[in-house]
């Protein structure tokens, strides 16, 4: 998980519009993940909707799949099953309050999210080019210099958008910095 707001998150009044009688948290007994709602998006994803095409990457607390919602490519970040606990349920749920309501070009457009254990997972645009990293170290690629100050550029325009919006990354790197054939954004 990557977003950390600075000011407090968790403090909303409001809630997903599935479930606006419950408290904010998770258990084991719920059959969701709430996520303060205020009203202004609808976010939700039916997972009878999304198609998995192939795995693009795995981490220690879930897969990436490249796919498609409703014809639109899309990268879905399953959270395993197996791995799942409170803390993880409250680090997926600040995710997607955060990413939600992100809206700049630099930045990976968050699509939408499921929300009902087992099935925990985020939508996003997708980026055809991969990863920086991957580029550099997976297919030994060399940036040009034009090439690395756009990439540079990029990623402080997202970030300094983040931060005028109290929002802290905590997880930038080569593996977050995704391209396609015109810009970089990242996670």
Not at 23 to 41: F, R
Not at 42 to 54: A, G, Q, S, T
Request: proline share 4%; with cysteine.
């Amino acid at each position: 998980m990557g977003f950390l707001q600075k000011q407090s998150w968790l403090k909303q009044h409001s809630f997903s519009p599935k479930r606006d009688d419950e408290k904010m948290g998770t258990n084991a007994y719920q059959n969701y993940v709430a996520i303060p709602n205020d009203g202004t998006d609808v976010w939700e994803i039916d997972p009878r909707n999304l198609k998995f095409e192939n795995k693009v990457a795995s981490g220690s607390y879930g897969d990436l799949y490249k796919g498609t919602y409703c014809s639109q490519e899309v990268a879905i970040k399953v959270l395993k099953p197996e791995r799942l606990n409170t803390d993880l349920q409250k680090e997926f749920a600040q995710e997607v309050f955060i990413m939600r309501k992100v809206r700049h070009k630099n930045v990976v457009q968050f699509l939408g999210a499921c929300t009902q254990p087992p099935n925990l997972c985020i939508i996003t645009e997708f980026m055809s080019g991969g990863s920086v990293y991957d580029y550099l170290h997976k297919q030994k690629g060399v940036f040009r210099l034009p090439s690395l100050l756009k990439v540079a550029i990029d990623v402080s325009k997202g970030m300094n958008y983040l931060h005028q919006n109290n929002i802290i990354h905590r997880d930038l790197k080569a593996a977050n910095l995704l391209m396609d054939e015109n810009e970089v954004r990242f996670l």
